[in-house]
């Protein structure tokens, strides 16, 4: 008896789970559907194509992307959402892409990575006839019809540059200088490896003789969960919790998260001085970490640039039927001496 109770109960909880689970992706598609209908005023004809942009998090960073997608598709009499920050509990991006073919948005534009699932959603929702854009990080095995980006091998050049000129200018006491890259350990983006052989390539070509002046500089990386911002302190804190002796002389963060979670930890352990920081981005935070010496310098993309060619992309496919298949938004280094006055990064 008790055995038939038990199943009982059992089969109970599994169906009042399914329903559930089905509720939420029917409100999902509905509250979507409805931001798409009404998307626009009251006083205002109703939007044309839908737009749904799905990022990695919701940094300052994307933000301004957003923004100026926001903008572009206005012009456009087109609409664009940020999906993640109307649901009632955090989705991953797969989950979001989804959410977004489900709904039957026009297109979307995403932070895409080169997993086969990732491949799968965009091809799926290609055969579905939204059009799909990859933001940042590409997807190449997909049928997206464009990626908006930075050129990771010019991003890795300056990172490089960056390197060797802290090399020159620091007197470093020890046989050698560790270079720590932190790499998103959730990242299937082939463009970090891409990074990493640019930041070798150009510490390998340095003049001999220069090269005579300073210890032998060692490049490694280090995983940081960057999903969120308290994600990112947690994983830090293991490469900057270590003996004073151990520290790296330089952390080359790849991502606004990082960058900030690193400043805030080396003025909070006081270890100012100890670590030279080289950023990503040029968020409020950042630049006062250049103002306070924190922060050696920061390498910023054009976050106008690459929003607003997500959209361009979007709206010469919907129109001609076809669109370039490659942009890439300039970059810059932001250093103390400079900010005045950027430094022309290898933008192509």
């Not at 091809?123 to 019809?145: F, H, K, P, Q």
């Not at 090399?167 to 790499?183: C, F, K």
């Not at 606004?256 to 805030?264: H, K, M, R």
């Not at 919907?318 to 890439?328: A, I, L, V």
Request: proline share 1%.
């Amino acid at each position: 008896m008790k055995k038939r109770v038990k199943a009982l109960n059992s089969i109970v909880i599994m169906i009042i789970t399914a329903v559930i689970v089905a509720l939420t992706a029917v409100l999902v598609v509905y509250f979507i559907s409805y931001s798409r209908r009404f998307g626009s005023s009251e006083d205002s004809e109703p939007c044309g194509h839908y737009y749904a942009m799905i990022t990695d998090n919701d940094s300052s960073f994307w933000q301004s992307v957003y923004d100026a997608a926001q903008t572009a598709a206005a012009e456009h009499g087109d609409y664009v959402e940020m999906i993640s920050r109307n649901l009632s509990r955090d989705y991953t991006k797969y989950e979001l892409m989804e959410i977004a073919i489900a709904s039957g948005v026009d297109g979307i534009i995403v932070s895409a990575d080169e997993s086969t699932e990732m491949t799968e959603l965009i091809n799926e929702a290609t055969d579905r006839g939204i059009g799909v854009v990859t933001l940042y990080s590409d997807n190449t095995s997909s049928e997206r019809l464009s990626f908006v980006g930075v050129s990771n091998n010019d991003l890795g050049k300056l990172y490089g540059e960056l390197i060797l000129r802290l090399a020159s200018e620091r007197e470093y006491t020890g046989g050698r200088i560790e270079a720590v890259v932190l790499v998103d350990a959730n990242s299937m983006n082939t463009g970090q490896n891409v990074i990493l052989s640019a930041i070798q390539e150009t510490i390998d070509e340095e003049d001999g003789e220069l090269k005579m002046l300073h210890p032998q500089i060692v490049l490694s990386t280090y995983s940081v969960d960057s999903t969120n911002e308290y994600s990112a302190e947690e994983s830090i804190k293991g490469l900057l919790l270590r003996e004073r002796s151990t520290l790296p002389e330089i952390v080359v963060c790849l991502g606004e998260l990082n960058t900030v979670a690193v400043y805030q930890m080396v003025v909070d352990y006081n270890e100012v001085g100890l670590v030279d920081i080289l950023g990503y981005y040029d968020s409020e935070v950042i630049l006062n970490g250049i103002d306070r010496g924190v922060i050696y310098a920061t390498i910023s993309a054009d976050t106008s640039q690459m929003g607003t060619s997500s959209i361009d992309a979007l709206t010469e496919y919907f129109d001609y039927g076809y669109t370039n298949q490659y942009s890439t938004a300039g970059i810059s280094i932001i250093s103390k001496d400079s900010k005045d006055g950027l430094s022309e990064g290898g933008a192509p």
